[in-house]
């Protein structure tokens, strides 16, 4: 998935300032993803380590239908679960 196609929800954009989270983590997760999981056919996961945040996983969903990037955060029970 291209992620200069993808559009940044108003959910994201309110989310990114109250999680710390840097647009181009999210961008670079789409693009450079360590897993991703099609949860079903309008909803996807892109987990990535963000070595800048102390290795935490960062977590983005996307509805790869319409190409929005719904919301995005550090997951730290998935890391545990397969050891990224």
């Known amino acids: 998935m291209d992620s200069l196609e ?3 929800s ?3 954009k309110n989310r990114l300032i109250e999680r710390s989270i840097k647009e181009e983590w999210i961008l670079n997760t789409v693009d450079n993803f360590d ?3 099609e949860i079903a056919d309008d909803e996807f996961y ?8 102390e290795n935490r996983v ?8 319409s190409k929005i990037i719904v919301t995005a955060h550090f ?3 998935f890391a545990k679960k397969i050891n990224l």
């Open 10 to 12: 108003q959910h994201l």
């Open 6 to 8: 993808l559009i940044f």
């Open 75 to 77: 997951d730290r029970t």
């Open 46 to 53: 892109f987990y990535k380590r963000i070595s800048a945040n």
């Open 35 to 37: 897993k991703k999981v």
């Open 58 to 65: 960062l977590k983005v969903v996307i509805n790869p239908m």
